[in-house]
C-alpha cells in the first residue's frame, strides 16, 4: 500500500480510540442534561439523521473541493462542537448535536474517499482492511476508556476528549497527506463537467446498484444487535454483563480475521465474496431461531462477524473500483449512507416489529438477509456471464501522476483498466509489495 496509507493508521487510531460519546450520549442526556427518555431520543434521533446525510454527501464535497480539504474541515467543526457540546445550554443542544453529527458523517465518507483515491486498485481490499482493523482496535478500546472517564471525571469530559481526537486526526493527516496531488485535487467531470448525475452512474453500473440496495436492506438487520437483540436476552433471562461479552465476541474476531480474509479472498470475485457475506448475517439471526440461549447468541454472533467480515471490507473497495474517476468520493459516500441507514432506520424499524410480533423479527431478518445476499450473488453471476459493467467513455481509470510523498501505483497494465473481475479478463492481479 502507498506509504501515506501507514501514516494515516496512527490518527485513525487516536480517533477511533477517543470517538465513545455515541455510546454514551443517551446515558449523558438523560443524567447530567436531566431529560426525559423521549426527549433524548428525539435529540438522538436528529442527530442520527445529521450522521447518515453527512455520510451521503461528505465523499461528494470532496470530489468537488478535494478529499483532503473536506476531510480536514469537517473534523474541524466536529473538533470544535464536540469541544464546546458541555457547555452549551441544555435547549440549544437540540440545534447543535445534529451539524456535529453531519460533520462526523462527513468524516466518515471523506476518509473512505481519501484511501480510495491514494490506493491503487488491487490493493484497495487490504488497504480498508488494514484502516478497518485499526479503528475496531481503537473503538474496543475507547469504550472501557470511556466509562473510565465517564465515572472518574465528569460526562462532560467524554464530549472533549472526543472533540481532542478529532482535531488530532485533522492535524496528523494535514501533516501525513500532501496538499500537492489527487487527494486535494477536485476532478472534473466529463463534457465541460456537466457528467451524468449520480443515477446516470448508477444505471450503467446495474451491479454497484443492486449490492447498495442490498447492503441497504442489510445494515438494518445488522443494527438489531444493537437495539433488539439486547430486549430479547434480558426478555430470556440474560444479562446485560452476557450482553456485553457477546458484543466483544463481535470486536475480537473481527480483529483476529478481518486481515488474514483480505490477503487470502483479495483475487475472489467480488461481488461473490460480499452476497456470502450477507447471506452469513442472515444465517446467524436465522441461528436465533434454535432458542433462545446462550449457545444460540454465541452462534448468531459469530456467524454476523464472519459476515461483516466479507462484505463491508469488499464493498468498500468494489465500490472505489467501479467509481468513475470524477465521482469516487460520490460513491464511497453513496455506500457509506447505505451502510450507515441502520443507525437512525433499525431501532424504530425493529423495535415496532418486535413489540407487535416479537416471534416474527428474527424470521424476518434472515428472510430478508437472505434474499440481498441472493439477489448480489445472481447479479455476480450475470456479471460473469456478460462482457461486464462497461464504465462511460473517457471515464477508463487512466493512471495519475503519483502524489509527492506516495508510494506510486503498480506499472500501466492493460488488464487494470477493464472494469471486469480478473476472473473474467483470464488476467490475475498485480502483486503490490507491501
Known amino acids: 500500500m502507498p506509504r501515506a496509507v501507514w501514516l494515516l493508521l496512527p490518527g485513525v487510531f487516536v480517533n477511533a480510540v477517543s470517538s465513545f460519546t455515541f455510546v454514551f450520549v443517551f446515558v449523558y442526556l438523560t443524567g447530567p442534561r436531566g431529560l426525559s427518555v423521549s426527549e433524548a431520543g428525539l435529540i438522538t434521533g436528529i442527530g442520527g439523521i445529521g450522521l447518515v446525510a453527512g455520510n451521503f454527501t461528505g465523499g461528494g464535497f470532496g470530489d468537488r473541493f478535494g478529499h483532503r480539504r473536506v476531510l480536514l474541515v469537517a473534523s474541524a467543526l466536529a473538533g470544535g462542537a464536540l469541544v464546546l457540546l458541555p457547555a452549551l445550554?441544555?435547549?440549544?443542544?437540540?440545534?447543535?448535536?445534529?451539524?456535529?453529527?453531519?460533520?462526523?458523517?462527513?468524516?466518515?465518507?471523506?476518509?473512505?474517499?481519501?484511501?480510495?483515491?491514494?490506493?491503487?486498485?488491487?490493493?484497495?481490499?487490504?488497504?480498508?482492511?488494514?484502516?478497518?482493523?485499526?479503528?475496531?482496535?481503537?473503538?474496543?478500546?475507547?469504550?472501557?476508556?470511556?466509562?473510565?472517564?465517564?465515572?472518574?471525571?465528569?460526562?462532560?469530559?467524554?464530549?472533549?476528549?472526543?472533540?481532542?481526537?478529532?482535531?488530532?486526526?485533522?492535524?496528523?493527516?494535514?501533516?501525513?497527506?500532501?496538499?500537492?496531488?489527487?487527494?486535494?485535487?477536485?476532478?472534473?467531470?466529463?463534457?465541460?463537467?456537466?457528467?451524468?448525475?449520480?443515477?446516470?452512474?448508477?444505471?450503467?453500473?446495474?451491479?454497484?446498484?443492486?449490492?447498495?440496495?442490498?447492503?441497504?436492506?442489510?445494515?438494518?438487520?445488522?443494527?438489531?444487535?444493537?437495539?433488539?437483540?439486547?430486549?430479547?436476552?434480558a426478555a430470556h433471562g440474560l444479562s446485560t454483563a452476557a450482553y456485553g461479552l457477546i458484543i466483544a465476541l463481535n470486536g475480537a474476531v473481527i480483529l483476529v480475521l478481518e486481515l488474514p480474509a483480505a490477503v487470502a479472498l483479495r483475487t475472489r470475485p467480488p461481488l461473490r465474496v460480499i452476497g456470502v457475506g450477507l447471506l452469513l448475517v442472515g444465517a446467524g439471526y436465522g441461528a436465533l431461531l434454535l432458542g433462545p440461549g446462550i449457545a444460540a447468541a454465541v452462534a448468531m454472533m459469530l456467524l454476523l462477524s464472519l459476515g461483516e467480515i466479507l462484505y463491508k471490507t469488499t464493498a468498500t473497495a468494489y465500490v472505489a473500483d467501479q467509481a468513475p474517476a470524477h465521482a469516487i468520493g460520490?460513491?464511497?459516500?453513496?455506500?457509506?449512507?447505505?451502510?450507515?441507514?441502520?443507525?437512525?432506520?433499525?431501532?424504530?424499524?425493529?423495535?415496532?416489529?418486535?413489540?407487535?410480533?416479537?416471534?416474527?423479527?428474527?424470521?424476518?431478518?434472515?428472510?430478508?438477509?437472505?434474499?440481498?445476499?441472493?439477489?448480489?450473488?445472481?447479479?455476480?453471476?450475470?456479471?460473469?456471464?456478460?462482457?461486464?459493467?462497461?464504465?462511460?467513455?473517457?471515464?477508463?481509470?487512466?493512471?495519475?501522476?503519483?502524489?509527492?510523498?506516495?508510494?506510486?501505483?503498480?506499472?500501466?497494465?492493460?488488464?487494470?483498466?477493464?472494469?471486469?473481475?480478473?476472473?473474467?479478463?483470464?488476467?490475475?492481479?498485480?502483486?503490490?509489495?507491501?
Open 89 to 233: 445550554p441544555t435547549a440549544v443542544l437540540y440545534a447543535a448535536l445534529p451539524p456535529a453529527q453531519y460533520a462526523i458523517g462527513s468524516i466518515r465518507s471523506a476518509n473512505a474517499a481519501l484511501v480510495a483515491v491514494i490506493v491503487p486498485e488491487g490493493v484497495r481490499r487490504q488497504a480498508f482492511a488494514v484502516v478497518r482493523c485499526v479503528s475496531n482496535g481503537g473503538f474496543t478500546l475507547g469504550a472501557p476508556l470511556g466509562a473510565l472517564i465517564a465515572t472518574g471525571f465528569s460526562y462532560d469530559w467524554l464530549f472533549v476528549c472526543d472533540g481532542v481526537g478529532i482535531l488530532v486526526f485533522a492535524l496528523w493527516t494535514a501533516r501525513v497527506v500532501p496538499a500537492r496531488g489527487a487527494a486535494n485535487t477536485p476532478t472534473a467531470a466529463p463534457d465541460g463537467g456537466r457528467g451524468r448525475g449520480v443515477w446516470g452512474e448508477l444505471r450503467t453500473r446495474p451491479a454497484v446498484l443492486v449490492m447498495l440496495v442490498a447492503v441497504l436492506v442489510v445494515d438494518v438487520i445488522y443494527r438489531q444487535q444493537y437495539t433488539t437483540f439486547p430486549v430479547y436476552l
Open 330 to 434: 460520490l460513491f464511497q459516500s453513496l455506500y457509506a449512507g447505505v451502510s450507515a441507514s441502520g443507525v437512525v432506520l433499525g431501532g424504530p424499524l425493529g423495535g415496532a416489529l418486535y413489540a407487535a410480533a416479537p416471534g416474527l423479527l428474527w424470521p424476518l431478518c434472515a428472510a430478508l438477509a437472505a434474499g440481498a445476499g441472493g439477489a448480489v450473488l445472481w447479479m455476480s453471476a450475470r456479471v460473469a456471464r456478460g462482457p461486464g459493467e462497461p464504465r462511460p467513455a473517457g471515464e477508463a481509470l487512466a493512471a495519475r501522476e503519483p502524489e509527492p510523498g506516495l508510494a506510486p501505483g503498480p506499472a500501466e497494465d492493460p488488464a487494470r483498466h477493464d472494469p471486469r473481475p480478473a476472473h473474467e479478463t483470464g488476467s490475475r492481479p498485480r502483486a503490490v509489495a507491501g
